[in-house]
């Protein structure tokens, strides 16, 4: 990465936000449900919290992989400790909190019907945080108008579920529950071909 501010660090502290507000999402649907589960300030005191103010206003300019890495960290050990603890206390809640998902991804698309299966790839790859640029965790595979299929490299959230006891299953199909409310808006679809495969159609 640049020793200075530039796009691409803009570029991934939009991803780190979107993350964070799937955290919210998490905690808004303990709130909506009147759960007796109170993770805040746990989650704060354990790993840290994620600012809303502007990259310049926070950075270390003299660190900014150090404390960009440092924010991918914060960020993915706040949604798996939210997730985990959440399926932990109410396991009967997970696929109400899937449709919850969905819908926070309806709600936060920029996409719209004239989005083509590459801009929706595209999109996708702006907004939902795969680790730091140089990890390259996901790769195209073949990509038109109509479909774009891409492979995953390598999971780079894994590590901060198994280290909290949480099951990355639950991630993904979170993950998957918030695509397919993004596409909702371009008409696109979202299909899993394998374990690392996906594809996206339009």
């Not at 530039?6 to 919210?24: D, F, S, T």
């Not at 640029?133 to 198994?162: F, K, Q």
């Not at 596409?183 to 679809?189: K, R, T, Y």
Request: with cysteine; proline share 2%; hydrophobic share 35%.
């Amino acid at each position: 990465m640049s020793a200075f501010l530039g796009p691409i660090h803009y570029w991934l502290y939009r991803k780190i936000n979107v993350q964070n507000q799937m955290v919210e999402e998490v905690l808004k649907f303990i709130k909506e449900n009147n759960l007796s589960l109170d993770i805040t300030q746990q989650m704060d005191d354990q790993f840290g919290s994620i600012s809303d103010k502007p990259l310049e206003e926070q950075i270390d300019t003299s660190n900014i992989h150090g404390w960009l890495q440092e924010q991918v960290s914060v960020v993915e050990y706040r949604l798996a400790y939210a997730v985990t603890k959440l399926v932990g206390e109410y396991p009967e809640l997970f696929d109400k909190l899937l449709g919850h998902f969905e819908n926070a991804g309806r709600e936060l698309t920029e996409l719209t019907m004239n989005s083509n299966a590459k801009d929706i790839y595209e999109y996708l790859n702006n907004v939902l945080l795969d680790g730091m640029p140089c990890d390259h965790a996901n790769t195209l595979v073949s990509g038109s108008d109509n479909e774009v299929i891409y492979r995953r490299n390598l999971c780079v959230h894994e590590e901060y579920w198994n280290s909290l006891g949480g099951n990355i299953d639950n991630y993904y199909l979170l993950r998957e529950s918030f695509i397919k409310g993004l596409l909702e808006p371009a008409g696109g679809a979202f299909e899993k071909l394998d374990e690392i495969t996906s594809r996206i159609s339009k």
